[in-house]
């Protein structure tokens, strides 16, 4: 197998404020007969605000039986759908705008499951050796490291962020064609740092707590 470098790594990140699109064409991506999981089927349109859940359709008809993945714009539909049924869905959607990040030199990524001590009292006549654990929850954060640029109104973006309490969706690409092969996660802003050297450019650190899911696709 072919090494990866770092070169060809990419980050996008979303747009503060959302657009709305209506009567868009899911596909279905259920190998069998009976359909449950759709994805809408513009790729520019699959990150959605969390602030307002899809309105969609079977046939024209409103549908509320399903659950909905803003990150990736996916549909989990309760009841399968029929074939003829799969060829009908619709949603109207508040999707938000991803954009690479520019002035970006490296991101790092950091997963981990809680894992809970459930050792107990041996039910034999033999000692308890060895302790044994269960896992509970689930936690990710991602850190960018970035080259600051010459100075304009969108120079603190992540402060901004920081400071208006705005959630983006990050993607981590680690694919130069930048559309398969990426972790994505809706997260916020724990800190974003400053350092200015005389003998170096001036860097940005930024850390996001992923807040929710933390998803990884190897298809657009």
Avoid: C
């Amino acid at each position: 197998m072919a090494a990866l470098t770092g070169k060809a790594a990419k980050v996008k990140y979303t747009a503060a404020s959302y657009s709305t699109a209506t009567g868009e064409a899911f596909t279905s991506l259920s190998p069998t007969t009976d359909k449950t999981e759709f994805r809408i089927t513009d790729a520019a349109k699959r990150h959605w605000t969390r602030d307002l859940p899809p309105v969609v359709y079977v046939n024209s008809t409103a549908h509320t039986d399903f659950e909905y993945n803003p990150v990736q714009g996916k549909l989990t539909f309760g009841n399968p759908l029929t074939v003829a049924e799969s060829a009908q869905v619709t949603g109207d959607v508040y999707w938000v705008t991803a954009t690479y990040l520019p002035w970006t030199r490296e991101w790092s990524a950091d997963v981990s499951v809680d894992m809970l001590d459930v050792t107990s009292f041996s039910t034999t006549a033999a000692d308890v050796q060895w302790r044994t654990f269960t896992d509970g929850l689930s936690n990710a954060s991602v850190d960018l490291g970035r080259i600051v640029d010459t100075p304009t109104t969108q120079t603190p973006m992540w402060f901004d962020r920081l400071n208006a309490d705005q959630d983006v969706i990050v993607e981590l690409l680690v694919n130069s064609a930048g559309s398969t092969y990426k972790w994505e996660a809706y997260g916020r802003i724990e800190s974003d740092g400053y350092t200015a050297g005389i003998d170096a450019i001036m860097d940005e650190s930024v850390m996001i707590q992923v807040d929710g899911p933390f998803y990884y696709g190897t298809t657009e």
